[in-house]
């Protein structure tokens, strides 16, 4: 038998010592952010990260704990998958430029890209179109490569120019191009997928359909297989007008109800921030939440409860455009850093 020696942990000195200048870019890096926080007019927020909801998207899984009240009854609580709740609370409090670097929890994920715990920025301003959230993101992606000396954001063997123009293109536009797929005709005129329509076009293409793919699972598997692949390449991609039923925080587009103001950004293929124009109607909201958890329910057999604080805010919220970013993959892209345990002080154990 051959013996194997385990591999050297994160809190030795040696190895401590390989990964202590990219720590210290974060920490840079962090402090860079700030500073254009500050002169933005932000205010920094630190919202409590036990909540009595995750979040309600399908396929996003919450760590989950008992609150022990004095009597030692106990209520279910979670730790959140993203501050979002919290902080479009402080906004129907009248707050208007807000920004977070929160630690958010991810059950089922661990990878190069996904760590259990991660830390999260996220920032809004109520008032502002959405649009403005991607001048945002591109600002950062500069900042973050210029404060790490770096010319190019790389991500093993891709590299993005974070100081190019960024390209911005729809779902739609991108299922087009790099898919040959006509995204919009599989989607009715009230914003309902067509998922017969779909898969038609997706054989027609030479990709594989199972009988037990839903609609959000075939558009998933045009994203990852065919579309992805060819973003942030060079330059930043912002991936814009996601369909309706895969924005359930979004509002539609005034032009078209198919399409929600959701958008994300890719850097060497790398997706690093989602973001969106704000549904503000609790009604809306309630309806879409309820569909996603059912989905949840019918794909993993479990549900989160819905915050009904948080729809009550959602009516005394002004329009607003908001976004979340990977933090840490902001840093791995400026540092070159292979596996995002390489960019956290203290990794979660394996």
């Known amino acids: 038998m051959t013996d194997h020696a385990a591999p050297t942990p994160w809190w030795h000195p040696t190895r401590h010592a390989d990964r202590r200048p990219v720590l210290l870019a974060r920490n840079r890096i962090q402090a860079a952010l700030r500073r254009w926080f500050d002169a933005q007019g932000f205010t920094e927020v630190d919202p409590a990260a036990l909540q009595v909801s995750p979040g309600n998207e399908a396929h996003l899984h919450a760590f989950t704990t008992d609150a022990l009240g004095h009597d030692g009854a106990a209520r279910r609580m979670h730790l959140h998958t993203s501050p979002e709740f919290a902080m479009k609370k402080l906004l129907a409090a009248g707050e208007t430029r807000i920004a977070a670097f929160a630690h958010v929890w991810r059950n089922r994920e661990r990878g190069a890209l996904h760590s259990p715990e991660f830390t999260m920025l996220e920032w809004y301003r109520t008032g502002e179109d959405y649009a403005v959230l991607m001048d945002d993101t591109a600002a950062f992606l500069r900042l973050a490569a210029d404060t790490a000396g770096a010319a190019l954001l790389r991500y093993r063997d891709r590299t993005c120019d974070p100081h190019a123009p960024y390209e911005r293109l729809s779902v739609a536009e991108a ?6 797929i006509d995204l919009l005709a599989t989607i009715h005129a009230d914003g309902t997928p067509d998922r017969t329509a ?5 054989a027609g293409q030479g990709m594989a359909v199972s009988e037990d793919d839903t609609w959000s699972d075939l558009l998933s598997k045009v994203l990852v297989t065919r579309i992805e692949p060819h973003l942030g390449l060079g330059r930043i991609t912002v991936l814009d007008r996601y369909p309706a039923a895969e924005a359930a925080l979004a509002r539609a587009c005034a032009d078209d109800p198919r399409e929600a103001e959701r958008f994300e950004v890719y850097a060497c293929g790398v997706e690093l921030a989602n973001g969106f124009g704000e549904l503000t109607n609790p009604a809306e909201q309630r309806r879409r939440f309820q569909i996603e958890m059912d989905e949840k329910e019918r794909i993993y057999g479990e549900r989160y409860p819905i915050d009904e604080d948080f729809l009550a805010a959602l009516a005394h919220m002004p329009p607003a455009s908001g976004i979340a ?4 993959r902001l840093v791995m892209l400026a540092t ?10 203290a990794p979660v154990a394996d």
Do not use: E, K, T, Y
């Open 336 to 345: 070159g850093a292979p596996r995002i345990d390489d960019v956290l002080w």
């Open 175 to 180: 299922f087009s191009r790099h898919a040959g």
């Open 325 to 328: 970013l990977g933090f840490d």
């Open 198 to 202: 779909l898969a038609a076009q997706m």
